[in-house]
């Protein structure tokens, strides 16, 4: 094998030669001014491209999400989340600790739903002095916690309308939700008119180095503004990052169907090897997890992998996560196939740890 194989995550893809091209010729001012022709442009074009007034350029994905909860909510406020979402796993507790509001979570099923009932049960009274105040729902979609599972829009309208009957906003956690709509074959929009909010990360399967974008209404994008400047991410001649956004939204969303294709393919190749615990139907965009069913721990099959050149990411005990995206082909599919039939090969280790997944 002559590279790596990384599949880990599709936060690791490399910029496109047009993104260099794009970011080498951007007009370029001072953001914090305002004057940066190029994410001026970018922003535009992203409030356009998810149907929502305004649009803010952020540095990640969850600088967006805690602009967004904070744009929404006050100190001593209450969002509802799902127990498995990234704003609740994977953001160091942002909303809480920087903006002094609380998580109340709720079950997330496979479907990467937080049930209607549940959330209702979550609401507290307001009448009550004992009680946080509730003010934000959070969804995810895809989910990445249920691996990469599209969130279907007609549930999410229904939580829309659920929750601004009870006087609640929706931000949509949508790190990945081109990778939603490309699934479903619908314009992004279909998925994104059911939120007040949403942030994309332009950074995973849309390949772009930097970024992420928060859009909502033109008000609550202003607050996000100050929010943004006071949590450090106010940058300066970010046109260079901006640049990239604009080919990532321009050319890189229609070629995601690549990657669900190649996770496709991947997925129906694992379940022909032995050891392999996953159901390739559940397999819906780029996110593969799989099980090892034979006692082998994730945390020695990700490093015997790795000493064959492919990565992969622990995803819990006995669970692993691979990613596929720019840059990977299908003779990489193959390659990565012949890998785990020889890793799945060797016996596993009799005392081998269960290792505690972490994922991007
Ligand atoms: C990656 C991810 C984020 C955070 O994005 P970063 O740019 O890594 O901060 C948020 N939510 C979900 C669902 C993600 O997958």
């Known amino acids: 094998m002559t590279s790596v194989i990384d599949l880990r995550s599709d936060t690791v893809t490399q910029p496109s030669p047009a993104m260099r091209e794009a970011m080498f010729h951007a007009a370029v001012g001072d953001d914090v001014y305002g004057d940066d022709p190029t994410v001026n442009e970018l922003e535009r074009l992203a409030a356009a491209k998810v149907g929502k007034e305004a649009a803010l350029l952020v540095t990640s994905g969850t600088m967006g999400n805690l602009c967004g909860v904070l744009s929404h909510c006050q100190r001593g406020d209450e969002v509802i989340v799902g127990d498995k979402c990234h704003i609740y796993n994977y953001e160091a507790g942002g909303v809480s600790v920087l903006g002094g509001v609380a998580m109340h979570t709720v079950h997330t099923t496979a479907k990467g739903e937080l049930p209607l009932a549940d959330l209702a049960a979550a609401v507290r009274n307001r009448e009550d ?13 895809t989910h990445g916690g249920c691996g990469g599972v ?26 990945r939700v081109f990778n939603a709509a490309v699934a479903l074959g619908v314009d992004v929009k279909e998925i994104t008119q059911h939120v ?36 450090g991410g106010g940058m300066r001649q970010a046109g260079v990052i901006a640049a990239a956004g604009i080919v990532a939204l321009t050319e890189m969303v229609d070629r995601l169907a690549e990657d669900h294709v190649h996770a496709k393919v991947l997925a129906h190749g694992l379940a022909s090897i032995p050891g392999i615990r996953i159901d ?54 193959e390659q990565t196939l012949e890998v785990v039939r020889a890793v799945m090969a060797t016996p596993p280790t009799a005392d081998g740890q269960p290792v505690q997944g972490a994922y991007r």
Request: proline share 4%; aromatic share 6%; charged share 20%.
């Open 150 to 175: 599209v969130v279907a829009p007609s549930y999410m309208a229904q939580v829309k309308a659920w929750a601004h009957a009870n006087d609640l906003q929706v931000h949509l956690d949508g790190a």
């Open 280 to 333: 390739p139907n559940q397999i819906e965009t780029d996110i593969v997890v799989f099980g090892l069913s034979d006692g082998r721990s994730a945390g020695d099959f990700a490093a015997a992998m790795t000493a064959k050149g492919v990565l992969v990411g622990a995803f819990g005990p006995g669970k692993i996560r691979a990613v596929t995206h720019y840059g990977i082909d299908g003779n990489h599919i």
């Open 196 to 231: 007040d909010s949403v942030q994309f990360c332009m950074s995973k399967g849309l390949s772009a180095p930097i970024g992420s974008i928060l859009a909502g209404s033109a008000d609550l994008i202003r607050k996000a503004r100050r929010l943004r400047k006071m949590v």
């Open 129 to 141: 002095p004992h009680s946080a105040y509730t003010r934000l729902v959070c969804l995810e979609n």
